[in-house]
């Protein structure tokens, strides 16, 4: 089914109709650029706390006096039910309920995207997160100490959660047409990083207060933000009549070049392609699975890497709660570079498995550092942490924008850019099943033999994501050696046609 023209966004509607003006083109495009990326940077803010909170929740009698509420006994002995000897356990349950809740929703909210109003559908969500992540917080203020209620909290928050992505892709794909993408979308991709370093910087601060204010802050904020998505965010040019078959609008009136004329026109005239027809596009299955293995890695990090710092002695000292969720940032700081390397060399070479597969085995050398000497200084420790973020970061984000954006354009759709949604759940969907099996699993291992075995894991992860795209590897090389041959043959042609001119003069 075609996607109808939407009603204009209320707010944009009544300052159209007050000034009698309408916004260029451009100035519609990089609103949704700078609206896109606020979104899912408060998304990712949203998914911090868990792992801020995680070494508070779980307790601990030797606390640190480097925290500000020190005579707080939530702080020094945990929150039951999470301080028992199962502890860790249970707080990886609590992260497995979200994941999964978030990663079935990836398979069907992808597909619903392609049919609904992206505008709503998007607010909806971010309302959504933000009314139950605050929920979940709520538990510290009302002294509510049952499993079955964060449980709860979190699988309803992973439902809401997963209408995020697909959404502002689609809607990035919309706008910004088939180009070379891979360094606008790397930049843009940086909105999970930042996202990531907001959320921890907030949820640590929040922490003098109580843990459940580190919670409900995030809410109360992707709710507000949810509320100017639906007054202002234009999910495509034509339902605010720019371009398209609804209205015509002369060449004078815009600022755009052809090829988004003609991205455009394919993404408003086609039809919602099949979920088995998008799994079928060459291609879409390899990353799906390695990001499947890239997630895994990644999550365990965004929702374990405070608590590992804090119960992990750096120069002989342990780290407070507040410190060491501080000190985590720096992760998305090199994941934040790694996203726009990844990127950019992407662009350069055409080659996006190879660079993926690259920068995921470049990991494995690098956790193994980061594991045994981490600990010899903070220098050390900050370095090796930002390189692990760059490594692990540059293959997620290409893969969930540049790379799901072409798969979702593929040639073998002709012209179908209405698959976009359905490819990027896809997906992000096998990535987020990875990413809800790391944290549990690194509950369960960490509390059973400690984090050498958790690394251990990431080990196999980052190798078996390599190896899943071996065979494009293989493909993209060959197609450049074909390239490089032909260009070779033109150059040579050319300089032939050159010589024989000069010898007819």
């Not at 619903?112 to 909806?124: E, H, K, N, P, S």
């Amino acid at each position: 089914m075609k996607r109808a023209r939407q009603s204009p966004p209320p707010l944009i509607e009544g300052i159209q109709s007050c000034t009698g003006r309408r916004g260029t083109y451009n100035q519609f495009k990089l609103l949704a650029l700078v609206v896109t990326f606020w979104c899912y940077c408060l998304f990712h803010a949203t998914r911090k706390p868990p792992s801020v909170v995680k070494s508070v929740l779980k307790g601990d009698r030797n606390f640190s006096s480097g925290d500000a509420a020190d005579d707080d006994t939530t702080l020094n002995y945990g929150w039951a039910p999470f301080n028992g000897p199962n502890g860790q356990s249970l707080l990886g349950q609590v992260d497995l309920a979200f994941l999964a809740a978030y990663a079935a929703g990836m398979f069907t909210v992808g597909h619903m995207g392609d049919r609904t109003d992206l505008r709503v559908f998007l607010a909806v969500g971010m309302l959504g997160s933000g009314i139950f992540c605050c929920l979940f917080g709520m538990a510290y203020l009302w002294d509510i100490h049952s499993m079955w209620y964060f449980t709860t909290m979190m699988v309803i928050a992973g439902v809401f959660q997963s209408t995020g992505w697909p959404s502002v892709v689609a809607i990035m794909g919309n706008w910004y047409g088939k180009g070379k993408r891979g360094l606008v979308m790397g930049i843009w991709n940086a909105h999970t990083s930042l996202g990531n370093i907001l959320g921890t910087v907030v949820a640590a601060a929040c922490l003098r207060y109580g843990w459940g204010y580190a919670f409900i802050l995030p809410g109360v904020l992707i709710s507000l933000l949810g509320l100017v998505v639906f007054a202002v965010l234009v999910v495509q040019p034509s339902d605010i009549g720019l371009g398209g078959s609804y209205e015509p609008v002369k060449s004078a009136d815009l600022a755009y070049d052809a090829d988004d004329e003609k991205d455009r026109a394919e993404a408003e005239s086609s039809e919602s392609v099949g979920f088995m027809q998008a799994w079928a596009i060459p291609g879409v299955s390899s990353f799906a699975f390695c990001l499947f293995f890239s997630k895994l890695i990644a999550y365990t990090f965004l929702y374990w890497l405070p608590y590992y710092i804090k119960s992990t002695p750096i120069e002989g000292r342990l780290l407070s709660a507040k410190q060491a969720g501080d000190l985590s940032t720096l992760f998305d700081v090199g994941g934040v570079a790694g996203g726009i390397m990844a990127g950019h060399l992407s662009d350069k070479s055409g080659a996006s498995a190879l660079v993926s597969t690259s920068f995921t085995l470049a990991s494995v050398p690098i956790l193994y550092m980061y594991r045994y000497y981490g600990n010899v200084s903070f220098v050390v420790n900050v370095v090796l942490m930002m390189a692990c973020g760059f490594c692990v970061n540059g293959p997620y984000a290409l893969i969930t924008t540049a790379v799901s954006a072409d798969l979702g354009t593929h040639e073998s759709l002709a012209g179908n850019a209405k698959a976009l949604a359905t490819v990027t759940a896809i997906i992000d969907g096998m990535g987020s099943i990875g990413a809800a099996i790391g944290p549990m699993l690194t509950g369960y291992i960490s509390e059973r033999g400690g984090f050498d075995g958790v690394f251990v894991m990431l080990y196999i992860a980052a190798l078996s994501a390599g190896l899943l795209l071996v065979r494009l590897c293989i493909k993209e090389l060959q197609t450049m050696k074909a390239d490089r041959k032909l260009g070779m043959r033109v150059s040579s042609g050319v300089q032939l046609a050159a010589k024989a001119a000069q010898a007819v003069v």
